[in-house]
C-alpha cells in the first residue's frame, strides 16, 4: 500500500545540477522521517540527506553540504533534493527512504528505515 518513487535522475555534466522528487503515497506522510541515500557501483548506500520533525530539521552529510538542499511539499507529500554544483564523485542510484519519526538514530542512517519504505531508486551520473 505505502509506496515511495524517486525521479529526476539523469546524466549532467561536473558542475551541473539536477532535481530528485520523491512522491509518496499510503501513509500518513506528516509523521514520517524521509531520507535520501545513493550507491555506486562497489560501494556501500550513503546517506545523503534526511528531513524529519514538526520543525522540519535536515541533515546532510559533509560532501553535499552547501551543495545540496532537501525540500518537502506537504500538500503534494512530495521531498526534492536539489543537487548543485554536481561532482563525478555523485554518481550513483539515489533512494528515498521513510519511515516513522523517531529519537534515537540519524534520519541518515540506512537502518532507521529497515521496517519502513524505500524506492526503487533513479540513477545520477555525473560525467564529462
Known amino acids: 500500500e505505502a509506496q515511495l518513487a524517486e525521479s529526476g535522475g539523469g546524466l549532467v555534466q561536473p558542475g551541473g545540477s539536477l532535481r530528485l522528487s520523491c512522491a509518496a503515497s499510503?501513509?500518513?506522510?506528516?509523521?514520517?522521517?524521509i531520507g535520501w541515500f545513493r550507491q555506486a557501483p562497489g560501494k556501500e548506500r550513503e546517506g545523503v540527506s534526511c528531513?524529519?520533525?514538526?520543525?522540519?530539521?535536515?541533515s546532510y552529510a559533509d560532501s553535499v553540504k552547501g551543495r545540496f538542499s532537501i525540500t518537502v511539499d506537504n500538500a503534494k507529500k512530495t521531498v526534492f533534493l536539489q543537487m548543485n554544483s554536481l561532482r563525478p564523485e555523485d554518481t550513483g542510484v539515489y533512494y528515498c527512504?521513510?519511515?516513522?519519526?523517531?529519537?534515537?538514530?540519524?534520519?541518515?542512517?540506512?537502518?532507521?528505515?529497515?521496517?519502513?519504505?524505500w524506492g526503487k531508486g533513479t540513477l545520477v551520473t555525473i560525467s564529462s
Open positions: 528531513i524529519s520533525g514538526d520543525d522540519g530539521y535536515t
Open positions: 499510503g501513509f500518513t506522510f506528516d509523521e514520517y522521517a
Open positions: 527512504a521513510a519511515d516513522l519519526e523517531r529519537y534515537g538514530s540519524s534520519c541518515r542512517d540506512p537502518s532507521y528505515y529497515s521496517s519502513g519504505y
